[in-house]
C-alpha cells in the first residue's frame, strides 16, 4: 500500500494563476481532508469529505474548492492564488473517527 | 468558536530529562489524537484518548486525558534523540465527521 499520495511536492505559483492540488489513498478510507500549515504553526482543516459526493468546509476554506467523485481521489483545488496561501498543504484520510493518516504533503509558494 | 492552546511552545532539554506538553480546550472533547512531526515531515499519528480520565502508555510516552475532557498532556520519560520533532494534540468535537483542531505544537530539542 502507498497510504496517501500528494503530487506535486513542491510548486510556485504567480498571483492570479489557479492550481490543483492532487491526493490519492489506496486504503478504502471514506474519511478524506485537506490542511494547511503555515510555517511554525499548527494544522488548520481547509475542507473535508466524509464519503464520494460529500464535501463541507473546514476552518478555512476560502480561496478553495473541493470535489470528492470517488473513495479515492480528494483534489484540492486553488483559483486566484494570492500570498496569504503560500503554505504547505497535507492531505489526510480515515477510516472513520480515528487515526488520520497523512501524506508527504505539497509546499506551495505564491509570488 | 472551538480552540484547542498548547504549551509550551517550545523546549529543548538534555537527553534524559522528561518532557511534558498540556493541551487544553475552552469546551468539552469527544476524544483528542496526539501526532507528531519530523522536521520536514508529515504528521504521524501516536494516539487516541476517548474516555473520561483515561491514562495510555507506549513505552516511554504517557498520554493523559483530563476528568472533563477538556485537557490532556503527554510526558516523555527520559528523552532521546529520536524523539526530536513537534508533538501536537488534535482536538474531535464530535459529530462523527473526525473534523480535528489541532493545537499550536510543542517543538522539543534534545541536546545529545
Known amino acids: 500500500n502507498a497510504g496517501v499520495t500528494q503530487t506535486p511536492k513542491f510548486r510556485i505559483l504567480k498571483i492570479g494563476q489557479s492550481m490543483t492540488l492532487q491526493c490519492t489513498q489506496d486504503?478504502?478510507?471514506?474519511?478524506m481532508y485537506w490542511y494547511r500549515q503555515d510555517p511554525g504553526m499548527g494544522l488548520k482543516l481547509i475542507y473535508y469529505?466524509?464519503?464520494?459526493?460529500?464535501?463541507d468546509k473546514g476552518e478555512v476554506p476560502n480561496g478553495y474548492n473541493v470535489s470528492r467523485s470517488t473513495t479515492e481521489d480528494f483534489p484540492l483545488r486553488l483559483e486566484l492564488a494570492a500570498p496569504s496561501q503560500t503554505s504547505v498543504y497535507f492531505c489526510?484520510?480515515?477510516?472513520?473517527?480515528?487515526?488520520?493518516?497523512f501524506g508527504p504533503g505539497t509546499r506551495l509558494t505564491v509570488l | 468558536g472551538q480552540q484547542v492552546m498548547q504549551i509550551p511552545q517550545y523546549q529543548h532539554v538534555q537527553e534524559g530529562e522528561d518532557f511534558t506538553t498540556y493541551c487544553n480546550s475552552s469546551?468539552?472533547?469527544?476524544?483528542i489524537q496526539w501526532y507528531k512531526q519530523r522536521p520536514g515531515g508529515h504528521p504521524v499519528f501516536l494516539i487516541q484518548?476517548?474516555?473520561?480520565?483515561e491514562v495510555k502508555k507506549q513505552k516511554r510516552l504517557t498520554f493523559q486525558f483530563g476528568e472533563a475532557k477538556k485537557n490532556s498532556s503527554l510526558h516523555i520519560t527520559a528523552t532521546q534523540t529520536t524523539d526530536v520533532g513537534t508533538y501536537f494534540c488534535?482536538?474531535?468535537?464530535?459529530?462523527?465527521?473526525?473534523?480535528?483542531?489541532f493545537g499550536t505544537g510543542t517543538l522539543l530539542a534534545v541536546q545529545p
Open positions: 469529505s466524509v464519503g464520494a459526493g460529500i464535501t
Open positions: 469546551t468539552t472533547l469527544s476524544n
Open positions: 484518548l476517548v474516555k473520561s480520565g
Open positions: 486504503m478504502n478510507h471514506n474519511y
Open positions: 488534535a482536538g474531535d468535537y464530535g459529530g462523527a465527521t473526525n473534523k480535528l483542531i
Open positions: 489526510a484520510s480515515s477510516y472513520y473517527t480515528d487515526t488520520q493518516y
